[in-house]
T-cell receptor, first 114, second 113 residues
């Protein structure tokens, strides 16, 4: 089955810096890669996702890149702000096989200092 | 529109006690899920219900049972709680098993002594 590794486990940056979180996956058939953000004490929420027919996707200050050959994908946050502080989870699955097949990474705690 | 609501938010149990976590969604979603979140482990699927009337095991089902009471409600039961079940539990729902995104509840923190 699919296995997703996520690094780093903790990331501290200064406000205005960029942050990059990386994930690798094991199943070359996987083609759906969402990212969830969980603020302290709150529920995880989808912030962006990418499918394997696209190499990069942007939404304002966040972007996700995908390298299918290397089987890794990354979340990029530019001009970080204190409200970006949260735990970020990546995930991977083969689209249309069901959310029960979605495998999550172990999470990255991002701390943005003013 | 409350989204996904789960209760209780906090619970302390003694080993061997039983309890039920309740979950309800008001988005007319077909599919519902129970996850547990442990430090350094990410989110792991316990059970899911692809549609009303069906339930299936996820990655870590041992020690749990579920009931899809109706389209809105999906409960998780611990029959005989163990310290290893100390965790934060999240209920989630999606439009159906393959479409849309996962919408999570706010979580239930369970401690088993």
């Amino acid at each position: 089955g699919e296995n997703v590794e996520q690094h780093p486990s903790t990331l501290s940056v200064q406000e205005g810096d960029s942050a990059v979180i990386k994930c690798t996956y094991s199943d070359s058939a996987s083609n759906y890669f969402p990212w969830y953000k969980q603020e302290l004490g709150k529920r995880p929420q989808l912030i962006i996702d990418i499918r394997s027919n696209v190499g990069e996707k942007k939404d304002q200050r966040i972007a996700v890149t995908l390298n299918k050959t290397a089987k890794h994908f990354s979340l990029h946050i530019t001009e970080t702000q204190p409200e970006d502080s949260a735990v970020y989870f990546c995930a991977a699955s083969l689209e249309n096989t069901g959310f029960q097949k979605l495998v999550f990474g172990t999470g990255t705690r991002l701390l943005v200092s003013p | 529109n409350a989204g996904v609501t789960q209760t209780p938010k906090f619970q302390v149990l003694k080993t061997g006690q039983s309890m039920t976590l309740q979950c309800a969604q008001d988005m007319n979603h077909n599919s519902m899920y129970w996850y547990r979140q442990d430090p350094g482990m990410g989110l792991r699927l316990i059970y899911y219900s692809a549609s009303e009337g069906t339930t299936d095991k996820g990655e870590v089902p041992n020690g749990y049972n579920v009931s899809r009471l109706n389209k809105r409600e999906f409960s998780l039961r611990l029959e005989s709680a163990a310290p290893s079940q100390t965790s934060v539990y999240f209920c989630a729902s999606s439009k159906d098993i393959t479409t849309g995104e996962l919408f999570f509840g706010e979580g239930s923190r369970l401690t088993v002594l």
